[in-house]
């Protein structure tokens, strides 16, 4: 029997995304509820706010939720989500998905004790970029000149783009840094790579481009070029590889933390979780469309090879 809907707790799910593009996501949000006691419903309400790859929005959204008493807040989607929730309230605990160093961000102390109210899961661990950037140059090693697409409007663009030079240098590479934040500038990023002498691309970690990862798979076909990215859905969608932590066990462990939160533990006391296993996923049939043969070092250590 379900309790009564005014006694259950309510989590308010704050995203840039879209609900259609968060399927599986919102999905293994609710298994990390379920595996602590909680399923939407019946002893627990989620009420979401999506900006649709508006960030502008996030801010009027956080506080919506605010507004209307959730008992936690969770904040996904990249960093400009995570900072609107935090600018939101002080007191409303937070649990958060983040795709950037939260505490070079400012939103928590350490990663150990977050203090204050928030804590929750990254993706991003210190060497991510370079390892990624370093597959793509085994992939792709004729590729002398990189694209590095960056969404200017993520706080941590900046950061990846000195991480991704400085790996660069390091394998002798050029980096052409382009920015990108609405779908003409996308468009318009893939356009410049035959002028820039880009032989691939390199996809930063945005929520944005996330939510478009089709259109960016499908420009990628279009120009014939090399793509990396961090989450395997846009490998799953058509795209060449990816070298990065399981999204749907980010998620999942959020859901943890936020059952654990309305069990009565403490922000405070949770530290910020870190990725301990990191995927190589490979698509064999892109690679062939690119004449790409991919070396066998690689297809021993990739975690899946989609055929």
């Given at each position: 029997?379900?309790?009564?809907?005014?006694?259950?707790?309510?989590?308010?799910?704050?995203?840039?995304?879209?609900?259609?593009?968060?399927?599986?996501?919102?999905?293994?949000?609710?298994?990390?509820?379920?595996?602590?006691?909680?399923?939407?419903?019946?002893?627990?309400?989620?009420?979401?706010?999506?900006?649709?790859?508006?960030?502008?929005?996030?801010?009027?959204?956080?506080?919506?939720?605010?507004?209307?008493?959730?008992?936690?807040?969770?904040?996904?989607?990249?960093?400009?989500?995570?900072?609107?929730?935090?600018?939101?309230?002080?007191?409303?605990?937070?649990?958060?998905?983040?795709?950037?160093?939260?505490?070079?961000?400012?939103?928590?102390?350490?990663?150990?004790?977050?203090?204050?109210?928030?804590?929750?899961?990254?993706?991003?661990?210190?060497?991510?970029?370079?390892?990624?950037?370093?597959?793509?140059?085994?992939?792709?090693?004729?590729?002398?000149?990189?694209?590095?697409?960056?969404?200017?409007?993520?706080?941590?663009?900046?950061?990846?783009?000195?991480?991704?030079?400085?790996?660069?240098?390091?394998?002798?590479?050029?980096?052409?840094?382009?920015?990108?934040?609405?779908?003409?500038?996308?468009?318009?990023?893939?356009?410049?790579?035959?002028?820039?002498?880009?032989?691939?691309?390199?996809?930063?970690?945005?929520?944005?481009?996330?939510?478009?990862?089709?259109?960016?798979v499908s420009l990628a076909t279009r120009h014939a070029v090399p793509a990396s990215f961090e989450l395997r859905e846009f490998?799953?969608?058509?795209?060449?590889?990816?070298?990065?932590?399981?999204?749907?066990?980010?998620?999942?462990?959020?859901?943890?933390?936020?059952?654990?939160?309305?069990?009565?533990?403490r922000p405070s006391d949770l530290p910020v979780l870190q990725p301990t296993k990191l995927e190589l996923v490979l698509n064999?049939?892109?690679?062939?469309?690119?004449?790409?043969?991919?070396?066998?070092?690689?297809?021993?250590?990739?975690?899946?090879?989609?055929?």
């Amino acid at each position: 029997m379900n309790v009564d809907a005014r006694s259950q707790p309510l989590v308010g799910f704050l995203s840039i995304g879209s609900a259609a593009r968060w399927t599986s996501l919102v999905a293994a949000f609710r298994g990390g509820l379920n595996e602590v006691g909680y399923r939407d419903g019946e002893n627990v309400r989620i009420e979401f706010r999506w900006a649709e790859g508006r960030d502008d929005r996030l801010p009027t959204l956080a506080a919506d939720l605010v507004r209307n008493r959730v008992d936690l807040l969770v904040a996904t989607g990249g960093p400009r989500s995570v900072l609107a929730a935090k600018a939101a309230t002080s007191k409303t605990p937070i649990v958060f998905t983040l795709g950037a160093d939260p505490v070079k961000l400012g939103v928590v102390a350490t990663l150990g004790r977050p203090g204050a109210n928030i804590t929750g899961v990254t993706f991003i661990t210190g060497q991510l970029n370079a390892k990624r950037l370093e597959l793509l140059h085994t992939l792709v090693p004729g590729a002398v000149g990189i694209a590095l697409l960056v969404n200017p409007d993520n706080p941590n663009s900046e950061s990846v783009s000195k991480e991704v030079r400085d790996a660069a240098a390091s394998l002798g590479l050029r980096v052409h840094v382009l920015r990108a934040r609405t779908d003409l500038e996308i468009d318009n990023s893939f356009a410049a790579l035959a002028g820039l002498q880009a032989g691939a691309i390199f996809v930063g970690s945005d929520g944005f481009f996330y939510n478009r990862r089709d259109r960016l798979v499908s420009l990628a076909t279009r120009h014939a070029v090399p793509a990396s990215f961090e989450l395997r859905e846009f490998v799953t969608a058509g795209g060449l590889m990816s070298y990065g932590a399981s999204l749907e066990e980010i998620y999942r462990q959020a859901g943890i933390y936020t059952g654990k939160i309305l069990d009565g533990a403490r922000p405070s006391d949770l530290p910020v979780l870190q990725p301990t296993k990191l995927e190589l996923v490979l698509n064999a049939n892109t690679a062939k469309a690119l004449s790409l043969a991919i070396p066998q070092s690689l297809l021993l250590r990739a975690e899946e090879v989609i055929q």
